[in-house]
């Protein structure tokens, strides 16, 4: 018989390095790649891998992400599937979810209802394929407490990451610290280090068991990895799952394997501009494991005029439906839905999400527009980046960010 297995994602959090597109949403419910939400990541693997009792914690100015996870993630009853948004309800007393870890203390009444063998806690804003049943397979065969996902990183990169730390057998979790400076290599490449991609795999009695344990400590930041996992370490209970031996169907070589944690805005630029090569480092077009999120009823994408230069284009772009280039030239960005691009503008660059206008001889370059910004006629982004501190957000690595609905001086 298999193992019955629930599925927690943890979508509370604030997003605060992504500001100013958390402004108005949580992380979780962040648009991304022109069509979807963060949060449809990890809810579509799932689906894919065939667990269908999903909960989704939530907590931060969450009506977006509940509303998108309500009206789109919708499962057959009949078999008593479900995708759910569960909202901090202060079960334990008058008080919000203090961690991770805390959310998940809180919210035991889901794991009693549900009784499973085994709990999946995955995070809602990364960017990445995988197959969750085969994980959930080695975590069983192991006999560990909890399985801990890693992706093998340059050794000089682990002070950019929570690492874990094996014994010699490769499996077992020796230690896990955060950014650490003096990271070991792992056995079999010592120039490599297992960076965690914040997915676990519990047995249920050791999950709660951990969790109840850390909510008797005062002293504890109530954190999935930066508490839970440690304690579970210390136990000997905790292994690691080796990402790369994930296979995916219908994965290319060339996005085998990719993985990123888009929480800070030029995290979030780069993995946009990722889905656009010809052979994309991320491929949106894999149909053996697709993403699913919400398909309104917008018409096709339109480009209109061809007259001199007054002709509308798109190159090295991906182009959402209801969208319209008019006369104008967009070059290597995501257009989203409903967006505009009028006569004679230049977008280069750039990612626009729903709404977004762009007026006539305006210029945009290496930007992020959120939803329902405007761009008058022959305004400049992205091309005075000291004129455009002054106004809007500039990230570390140069990419203008305007928030939603904000307006754009001429």
């Known amino acids: 018989m298999a193992a019955k297995v629930l599925a927690i994602v943890l979508a509370g959090g604030e997003g605060k390095r992504l500001m100013p597109l958390t402004t108005d949403r949580a992380k979780p419910a962040v648009p991304f790649g022109g069509m979807y939400r963060m949060v449809d990541f990890v809810l579509s693997n799932l689906a894919n891998a065939g ?28 078999l008593g599937n479900y995708v759910t948004p569960v909202p901090a309800q202060q079960r334990r007393g008058p008080w919000w979810f203090a961690g991770s870890a805390d959310a998940i203390y809180q919210s035991f009444n889901l794991i009693y209802d549900e009784q499973p063998d085994h709990v999946i806690v995955f ?20 006999g560990a407490g909890v399985t801990v996902a890693g992706i093998r990183q340059p050794l000089s990169t682990a002070d950019q990451f929570g690492v874990i730390e094996v014994a010699e057998d490769g499996r077992r979790i020796r230690a896990f610290r955060e950014k650490p400076t003096d990271a070991a290599g792992l056995p079999d490449a010592p120039d490599q280090i297992y960076a965690s991609m914040g997915n676990y795999v519990f047995t ?14 005062k002293t504890s930041k109530h954190d999935m990895g930066g508490s839970i996992i440690p304690m579970l370490v210390e136990r000997g209970e905790a292994n690691v799952y080796d990402f790369r031996d994930n296979e995916v169907p219908g994965s290319t070589d060339r996005d085998r394997g990719y993985w990123r944690d888009v929480g800070t805005l030029d995290s979030f630029y ?67 839905p409903k967006v505009k691009v009028h006569s004679w503008a230049h977008v280069d660059g750039a990612v626009l999400m729903e ?22 006629e022959g305004a400049e982004i992205g091309v ?17 960010v305007i ?6 001086e001429p």
């Open 51 to 78: 667990f269908l009792k999903i909960v989704v914690l939530t907590q931060y100015k969450s009506h977006s992400l509940d509303r998108h996870i309500t009206k789109t993630w919708r499962m057959s009853t009949l």
């Open 270 to 336: 780069d993995a946009h501009m990722d889905l656009i090569n010809v052979h994309p480092v991320f491929n949106l077009y894999n149909f053996d494991w697709p993403i699913y999120t919400e398909q309104p009823p917008y018409p096709p994408a339109k480009f209109v005029h061809q007259w001199g230069e007054r002709v509308g284009r798109a190159v090295a772009s991906m182009v959402s439906p209801g969208a319209v280039i008019s006369g104008s030239l967009v070059e290597n960005s995501i257009v989203s």
């Open 384 to 400: 005075d980046l000291e004129r455009d501190r002054q106004r809007y957000t500039v990230s570390d690595n140069g990419i203008v």
């Open 403 to 408: 928030g939603k609905g904000q307006k754009v």
């Open 204 to 217: 249920t009695r050791a999950l709660i068991e951990a969790v109840e344990r850390d909510a008797e400590d």
């Open 123 to 142: 995070g809602a804003d990364h960017i990445y394929r995988m197959d969750p049943q085969q994980m959930v397979e080695d975590h069983i065969a192991s």
């Open 355 to 376: 709404g977004v206008e762009i007026g006539r001889h305006a210029v945009v370059r290496r930007a992020i527009l959120d939803k329902n910004v405007y761009v008058p």
